[in-house]
Nanobody, 126 residues
Framework: QVQLVESGGGLVQAGGSLRLSCLVS????????MGWFRQVPGREREFVAG????????YYADSVKGRFTISRDSTKSTVYLQMNSLQSEDTAVYYC???????????????????WGQGTQVTVSS
């Protein structure tokens, strides 16, 4: 059974940093596309960052490029999202996603064979 468990969210002041973690069981993180998405109430879920399973290449939404960094540690079965220079617009629930490599790393929809974590709240106060 595949499970994703996020942690590391919380309340931080604008300009601060947080590191989110996603512990994955049941799937090796290096063999699947791993992504971070976020959602604000009333809005659609959006892509934040992803790391490709076959070659480890990372991708970022324009809004977080240069501030956020995605990484993975296969030995710990964990994917991280380091978030620096946080802004109030980054406030959202952040979700970790595991997806087969043949599917788009950017698609915010729930695709076949996708697995999602329960989400972790990030609140940035201005």
């Amino acid at each position: 059974q595949v499970q994703l468990v996020e942690s590391g969210g919380g309340l931080v002041q604008a300009g601060g940093s947080l590191r989110l973690s996603c512990l994955v069981s049941g799937r090796p993180v290096s063999n699947y596309n791993m992504g971070w998405f976020r959602q604000v109430p009333g809005r659609e879920r959006e892509f934040v960052a992803g790391i490709r399973g076959n070659d480890g290449r990372s991708y970022y939404a324009d809004s977080v490029k240069g501030r956020f960094t995605i990484s993975r540690d296969s030995t710990k079965s964990t994917v991280y999202l380091q978030m620096n220079s946080l802004q109030s617009e980054d406030t959202a629930v952040y979700y970790c996603n595991s997806r087969i490599v043949l599917r788009s790393i950017f698609d915010p929809r729930d695709l076949p064979n996708d697995y999602w974590g329960q989400g972790t709240q990030v609140t940035v106060s201005s």
